[in-house]
């Protein structure tokens, strides 16, 4: 199994960035997926989940209203669009394919996911 993240890059505070995830190896579209990210000298953390059918999304509250993630099912692709950008959100960003079809409550914890890809690096100047 493989995930590749790609869409990371640097923008400046206000900017917005999209970022992508793909997996091979296993059918995509029978798991959740979601995002997590680390900023140097932190723990990774949770920022948004998606179920398998894309009708259930959750997000940590430091994104909402901010961060959108979404599927695209022709594409098999996974994405996090990323408005308003701060600073803080600087960070590694990860994607995460879920042992299950659904996000749980507790979505966040890291042990729920089973395949992880290797980051794609977000930097936001102020």
């Known amino acids: 199994v493989q995930v590749v993240e790609s869409g990371g890059g640097f923008v400046q505070a206000g900017g917005s960035l999209r970022l992508s995830c793909k997996a091979s190896?296993?059918?995509?579209?029978?798991?959740?997926v979601a995002w997590f990210r680390q900023a140097p000298g932190k723990e990774r953390e949770g920022v948004s989940c998606i179920s398998r059918t894309g009708l259930s999304t959750y997000y940590a509250d430091s994104v909402k209203g901010r961060f959108t993630i979404s599927r695209d099912h022709a594409e098999n692709t996974r994405y996090l669009q990323m408005n308003s950008l701060q600073p803080e959100d600087t960070a590694m960003y990860y994607c995460?394919?879920?042992?299950?079809?659904?996000?749980?409550?507790?979505?966040?914890?890291?042990?729920?996911?089973?395949?992880w890809g290797q980051g794609t690096q977000v930097t936001v100047s102020s």
């Open positions: 190896g296993l059918t995509f579209d029978d798991y959740a």
């Open positions: 995460a394919v879920s042992r299950d079809s659904y996000c749980s409550g507790s979505w966040y914890t890291l042990q729920l996911y089973a395949y």
